[in-house]
C-alpha cells in the first residue's frame, strides 16, 4: 500500500518564490485599493503594477489642475463654500436686471436714448406732477436754474398754473410740453453736455458691469472645478440613481444651445449625456428608505462601484450582469477567490458598525486617536459634500434652465463687441476678463453642456451616497480605563449593534500625557486573530509557511500601523506621509514538496497495524489450541520445561515476523518512502516492534481457553490498542495541545501506540529532509516536545516486558484454562508459593 502511495504521490520539486508586497494604512488610498484586484504584475521589488491602469495619469492630471488653480491653497475657501458661493453667484447673476442696450459705434444709440428720455420726462402729466405737488417749487428749484430773485416769480407761476380745474391744467400741461419738445433741440444738448463722447455713458453702467465681472470671474473659475469633477464622476457606473426624470435632452431647441464662444467648450455626446441624466441625482431621484435598508441593493451599490473603478485602478473591465447581481453572492459575479475574500470581509465590516475601543480618554491620546482617523474622517467628508451637493445641484439646474445666465452672457458678447470700437474706455480697467473679452480668447460651458457635467456628477454622488448610507464612519469610541472597555464589550455592544473589531489601551502620565516611549497594547477579537499556538508550526518543514495571514488580512496590522503613525505624527506636529509601510514575506528558496510524507505519519502505523492483524490472530490461535486440546500438559509429561515452550513459540513467531521486517524495511528504504533514514535504526525499530507483538500476542493467549474466541478477541484487541495513538495525534495537531512526555509514555504502554508515535518521527524527519539517523534518534523535531524516537523503542522494549511478566503471572495463577474459564475470579487467588 505505501510503495503504490508512493507512486501516485512522487516529489515535486518547487521553484523559488517571491512575494508581492501588501500596503497599509499609510501607503495611500489608492495602493490600499489596487490591492483589492485581482491581477498584477510583480516588479524587481515586489510591489505589483497594472500596466492598463490609468490611475497614474489620472493622478497626475489632478494634481496638474490642482496645482494650476490653487485648490487646496490656505487662502482657498472649503469645498462646502466653493459650492455655496457658485450657489450665490449663479443667483446674483439670474436676479439682477439687464441695463438698457446701447450702441457705441455712432450718435444714433444717443438720439435714441434722448427720445426715450423725451417720451417720459416730456409728457403733459410728468410736467403736471413735477408742478404742482405740494413741494412743488422746491422741486421745480432744483430742475430749475432760477436765481434767489426770480423765486417768487416762480411762485407766482405755480400759483396761476395749479389754480385752476383739472380739465383745463392737463390741457395747459399738454400744450406746453409740445412747446417745449418743438424747442428742444437734441444736438445742442448734447455738444453742450459733451454727450457725443462715449465715455459720458460709462458711469450709467460701470456699477452694473463691474459686479457682472466679479460673478462671471467667479463663475469661470468654479466651473471649471465642475468640469473636472464631472471629467472624474464620467468614469463611474451609470445609473447609481436611476428612476428620476430627465431633467434636460440634448435634442431640444432653445436658445440655451446657442451661447458657444470659442474652443475650449467642452461637449458630451448624446449618448453620454443621456446616460448622465438617466443616471442624475437630484434629490428627487433618491431611492426609497425601504431600498437602502435592503442590504442587497448596498452589496448592488457597492459592487457598481467597484466594477466602475476596477478599469481605473486595475486596467480591466468587468460587465457586471444584472441576473448575476440578483443573486446577490459575488461567485456568479465572476469575482476571483482572492476578491470574494477581500471584498466580502471589506464590505462585512463596513456595514456591521464597527468600532475600535481606546482607552483613556480625555488625556493626549484623544490627539492620537484623532489623527489615526483622519482617513475615516476624509470618508465621512467626501460623504457630507455629495449630500450638500446633491441638495445645491437641484437649484443650480433651476438657474440654469431660466435662462437669466444666458441673457446676461448675450449682453456681455455685445457690450464687449462695442467697446471694441472704443479701446480707450478700458484704461481703467484692469479685469482680465475684460480683456479676454476684447481679444476673443473668452469661453463659457453652454447651459446644455453645464446641466449634462450636473447629471454626471449628481450620478457618482448619489452613488457614493447609496452606498454609504449604512456605513459608520465614527470609528473610534473612548472609554476611561481598560475595564470599562471589556464591560462595554460583553455586556452592552450587543444591545447598541455595535461591532467591536478591536481596542487600543495606552499608559499615559498621570497628567495625561504621553511618554516619550509609548507603550500601547492592542487587543482584537478573537475571531479576527489566530490562536497564539497556531501562529507557526509546531515543526519545521520545507516550504514557506504562506497558510495563516490573520494579523495582515484581519487587520491587526493595519491599526498598528495607523496607531504608531498618529503617535508620530502627534509628537512631531505635522503629518509624516512619507515612505508608506508595506508588508512583504521573505523570498523562499527552491525545494521539493513531497505531500507523501504526510501521509505515512499516520498511514504506515495505520498500515502496519492492519497487515499484522492476521498473524496475531493466527499465533493466538495456535497457542491457545495446544492449551485447549491439552498438547501443553502431554508435552509437560514428556519432561518439555514450560520457559521452553515461550521460547519455542517466540522463534517461530519471530522468524514470521522477521520475514515480514525485512521486506518491509527494504521497501520503505529502497522504494523511496523513507529516503533519508537509516535503514538499520527503520530495521531495528520494527524489529522491537515485532517482538513487543509477539509479547503482546503471549499475553492474550494466557487469557483465553477457547482457540477461535482467542483469535477473534486478540485481533479486536491488538487494534483497539492502536486508538490512544489517534487521540495523542488529533490533540497535537488538530487541537493544538500540549501533550507531555510522560503523558505519551502512559498511552506506549500499548504496543501499537508507541510504534505509531515512533514512525511520527520518522515521518517529521522525513519531511525535514533528514530522516533518521544516530544524531537525531533522541531528539524530536517539534518544538517543545519532550518525546522522541529512542523513548518510543525504549516503550516498546518496556512493553515487551511488561507483556511477559503479565503472561508468566497469569499462567502460574491459572496454569490449566486461562483467566477467562469462569471457574477462578482474580489474579491474586494463586498459591503463595508464587511470591
Not at 305 to 321: D, H, S, T, Y
Request: proline share 5%.
Amino acid at each position: 500500500i505505501l510503495l503504490g502511495l508512493r507512486q501516485k504521490k512522487p516529489a515535486i520539486p518547487v521553484k523559488e518564490a517571491f512575494y508581492s508586497a501588501a500596503p497599509l494604512t499609510s501607503a495611500g488610498i489608492i495602493p490600499i485599493m489596487q490591492s483589492l484586484c485581482p491581477d498584477g504584475q510583480r516588479d524587481e521589488f515586489g510591489f505589483l503594477q497594472y500596466k492598463n491602469s490609468t490611475v497614474t495619469q489620472l493622478l497626475e492630471q489632478i494634481s496638474e489642475v490642482v496645482e494650476q488653480n490653487r485648490l487646496f491653497t490656505s487662502d482657498r475657501p472649503g469645498l462646502g463654500q466653493e459650492l455655496e458661493s457658485l450657489q450665490q453667484h449663479l443667483e446674483s447673476l439670474s436676479s439682477t436686471p439687464l441695463p438698457p442696450d446701447y450702441n457705441f459705434n455712432n450718435s444714433k444709440g444717443i438720439v435714441s436714448y434722448f427720445s426715450v428720455s423725451q417720451g417720459v420726462l416730456l409728457t403733459g402729466p410728468m410736467l403736471e406732477a413735477l408742478t404742482c405737488r405740494q413741494d412743488g417749487p422746491s422741486e421745480l428749484s432744483k430742475i430749475l436754474l432760477v436765481s434767489e430773485k426770480q423765486r417768487p416769480v416762480l411762485q407766482a407761476y405755480h400759483s396761476a398754473v395749479c389754480s385752476g380745474g383739472e380739465g383745463q391744467r392737463s390741457e395747459h400741461f399738454r400744450q406746453l410740453s409740445l412747446k417745449l419738445r418743438e424747442q428742444l433741440i437734441t444736438q445742442s444738448v448734447t455738444e453742450k453736455l459733451h454727450l457725443e463722447q462715449p465715455n459720458s455713458l460709462v458711469p450709467l453702467y460701470q456699477s452694473y458691469l463691474g459686479v457682472l465681472l466679479k460673478d462671471l470671474a467667479d463663475v469661470e473659475r468654479l466651473l471649471k472645478d465642475v468640469d473636472l469633477l464631472s471629467g472624474l464622476a464620467r468614469l463611474l457606473p451609470k445609473g447609481a440613481c436611476a428612476g428620476r426624470s430627465p431633467a434636460f435632452s440634448p435634442n431640444m431647441t432653445s436658445p440655451l444651445n446657442t451661447t458657444i464662444w470659442g474652443t475650449n467648450t467642452t461637449d458630451i455626446s448624446g449618448e453620454e449625456g443621456m446616460e448622465g441624466v438617466d443616471g442624475g441625482g437630484r434629490a428627487g431621484g433618491w431611492k426609497g428608505k425601504t431600498e437602502a435598508d435592503n442590504p442587497h441593493s448596498q452589496f448592488s451599490a457597492f459592487v457598481q462601484l467597484w466594477a466602475g473603478l476596477q478599469p481605473i485602478l486595475c486596467g480591466n473591465n468587468r460587465i457586471i450582469e444584472p441576473e448575476a447581481l440578483k443573486q446577490g453572492n459575488m461567485s456568479s459575479l465572476g469575482f476571483t477567490n482572492k476578491e470574494q475574500r477581500n471584498l466580502g470581509l471589506l464590505v462585512h465590516l463596513m456595514t456591521t458598525n464597527p468600532k475600535i475601543l481606546y482607552s483613556p480618554i480625555g488625556s493626549q491620546v484623544d490627539k492620537v486617536i484623532q489623527k489615526a482617523n483622519e482617513t475615516f474622517a476624509f470618508i465621512g467628508n467626501v460623504t457630507h459634500y455629495t449630500r450638500v451637493w446633491l441638495n445645491i445641484s437641484s437649484q443650480l439646474r433651476t438657474f440654469l434652465e431660466e435662462g437669466r445666465l444666458h441673457s446676461h452672457l448675450l449682453w456681455l458678447q455685445q457690450f464687449s463687441s462695442e467697446l471694441q470700437q472704443h479701446p480707450e474706455l478700458l484704461n481703467g480697467t484692469d479685469s482680465e476678463l475684460l480683456q479676454n473679452l476684447m481679444e476673443g480668447n473668452y469661453s463659457l460651458l453652454n447651459t446644455s453642456t453645464l446641466l449634462e457635467q450636473l447629471d454626471t456628477i449628481d450620478n457618482a454622488a448619489c452613488g457614493w451616497t447609496h452606498f454609504m448610507s449604512k456605513v459608520s464612519v465614527d470609528v473610534f469610541k473612548g472609554f476611561p480605563d481598560e475595564d470599562s472597555i471589556v464591560n462595554y464589550t460583553l455586556n452592552q455592544a450587543y444591545q447598541d449593534n455595535v461591532s467591536v473589531f478591536a481596542s487600543v489601551i495606552f499608559q499615559t502620565n498621570k497628567d495625561g500625557s504621553l511618554p516619550p516611549h509609548v507603550l500601547y497594547k492592542i487587543r482584537q477579537n478573537s475571531s479576527f486573530t489566530e490562536k497564539t499556538n497556531e501562529i507557526r508550526r509546531a515543526y519545521w518543514r520545507p516550504g514557506p509557511n504562506t497558510g495563516g495571514k490573520f494579523y495582515f488580512l484581519y487587520g491587526f496590522v493595519w491599526i498598528q500601523d495607523m496607531i504608531e503613525r498618529a503617535i508620530i505624527n502627534t509628537f512631531v506636529g505635522h503629518d509624516v506621509v512619507e515612505p508608506g509601510n508595506y508588508v512583504q514575506m521573505f523570498p523562499y528558496p527552491c525545494y521539493t514538496r513531497d505531500d507523501f510524507l504526510f501521509v505515512i505519519e499516520h498511514m504506515m502505523p495505520l498500515c502496519m497495524v492492519i497487515s499484522w492483524v492476521y498473524s496475531v490472530a493466527m499465533m493466538i490461535q495456535h497457542i491457545v489450541a495446544e492449551k485447549e486440546h491439552r498438547l501443553k500438559e502431554v508435552m509437560k509429561m514428556m519432561g518439555l520445561n514450560n520457559a521452553v515452550h515461550w521460547v519455542a513459540w517466540f522463534i517461530t513467531g519471530f522468524v514470521q515476523l522477521s520475514i515480514s521486517v525485512t521486506a518491509l524495511t527494504a521497501i520503505l528504504k529502497y522504494g523511496r518512502v523513507l529516503l533519508h533514514s537509516n535503514p538499520f535504526i527503520i530495521w531495528l525499530f520494527l524489529t522491537i516492534y515485532a517482538v513487543a507483538t509477539i509479547m503482546f500476542c503471549f499475553l492474550v493467549s494466557v487469557i483465553y481457553s477457547k482457540a477461535k474466541l482467542a483469535s477473534a478477541c486478540g485481533g479486536i484487541i491488538y487494534f483497539l490498542s492502536y486508538v490512544p495513538y489517534m487521540y495523542v495525534a488529533i490533540r497535537e495537531e488538530v487541537a493544538h495541545d500540549k501533550i507531555t512526555a510522560f503523558e505519551k509514555c502512559i498511552a506506549s504502554l500499548m504496543s501499537t501506540t508507541a510504534f505509531g508515535l515512533g514512525s511520527k518521527y520518522f515521518a517529521l524527519y522525513e519531511v525535514a529532509g533528514v530522516g533518521i539517523q544516530w544524531r537525531t534518534i533522541s531528539q524530536s523535531p517539534v518544538e517543545g516536545d519532550d518525546f522522541n524516537l529512542g523513548l518510543a523503542m525504549m516503550m516498546l522494549i518496556i512493553d515487551a516486558g511488561v507483556y511477559g511478566v503479565l503472561t508468566w503471572y497469569i499462567e502460574a495463577v491459572h496454569p490449566d484454562l486461562g483467566l477467562c474459564n469462569g471457574r477462578r475470579s482474580g489474579l491474586c487467588n494463586g498459591p503463595k508459593k508464587i511470591w
